[in-house]
T-cell receptor, first 111, second 114 residues
Framework: GEDVEQSLFLSVREGDSSVINCTYT??????LYWYKQEPGAGLQLLTY?????DMKQDQRLTVLLNKKDKHLSLRIADTQTGDSAIYFC???????????FGTGTRLQVFP | DTAVSQTPKYLVTQMGNDKSIKCEQN?????MYWYKQDSKKFLKIMFS???????INETVPNRFSPKSPDKAHLNLHINSLELGDSAVYFC?????????????FGPGTRLTVL
């Protein structure tokens, strides 16, 4: 089945690290993505990881993938107020054009 | 030089009316999508077109009819609007290459049905 779950809310202090978690069910996923949605805007791709990797780092972002447990996480180092947004993980379904999006995690960063 | 654009940004209408939302992408992508985002921010795919051909139709009521006049445009027409159609509708496009599917999203159209 196709089901992607995320916790709904995360609140962190400015300067701390944020970790947003995601679990998925489709074992045929080839790529997994993290998108950011700011208020009143569309989704913007932040980063992605191929399913045969277990880690990818891109500046302040670190993606960890545990394929055995079907668990994906996004760590944001030195979180800033501008990072406040909704974060969606998504999995691509093999041999289709579909992306299945998670339920979204609202990250709130306070001073 | 907006990559994926949608019009209108806001649409307020009465139940029972027919309305259209337009989408255009200037990225040269082959595939375009429509998504619906509900009030809880849950994002669900509705349709996908590849080179003007319907690829994905996710059990959407047939009151919704996508139309792709060319591969740069994918419009969404909705007949007999219902209260439950109120949502934000996002258009997206991608250049699918095998299994990597990086999608670029438009800014969204907020539809309110009264």
């Amino acid at each position: 089945g196709e089901d992607v779950e995320q916790s709904l809310f995360l609140s962190v202090r400015e300067g701390d690290s944020s970790v947003i978690n995601c679990t998925y069910t489709d074992s045929s996923s080839t790529y997994l993505y993290w998108y950011k949605q700011e208020p009143g805007a569309g989704l913007q791709l932040l980063t992605y990881i191929f399913s045969n990797m277990d880690m990818k780092q891109d500046q302040r972002l670190t993606v960890l993938l545990n394929k055995k447990d079907k668990h994906l996480s996004l760590r944001i180092a030195d979180t800033q107020t501008g990072d406040s947004a909704i974060y969606f993980c998504a999995e691509s379904i093999w041999n289709t054009d579909k992306l299945i999006f998670g339920t979204g995690t609202r990250l709130q960063v306070f001073p | 030089d907006t990559a994926v654009s949608q019009t209108p940004k806001y649409l307020v209408t009465q139940m029972g009316n027919d309305k259209s939302i337009k989408c255009e992408q200037n990225l040269g992508h082959d595939t375009m999508y429509w998504y619906k985002q509900d009030s809880k921010k849950f994002l669900k795919i509705m349709f996908s077109y590849n080179n003007k051909e319907l690829i994905i139709n996710e059990t959407v009521p047939n009151r919704f009819s996508p139309k792709s006049p060319d591969k740069a445009h994918l419009n969404l027409h909705i007949n007999s609007l219902e209260l439950g159609d109120s949502a934000v509708y996002f258009c997206a496009s991608s250049q699918t290459s095998g299994t990597h599917n990086e999608q670029f999203f438009g800014p969204g159209t907020r539809l309110t049905v009264l």
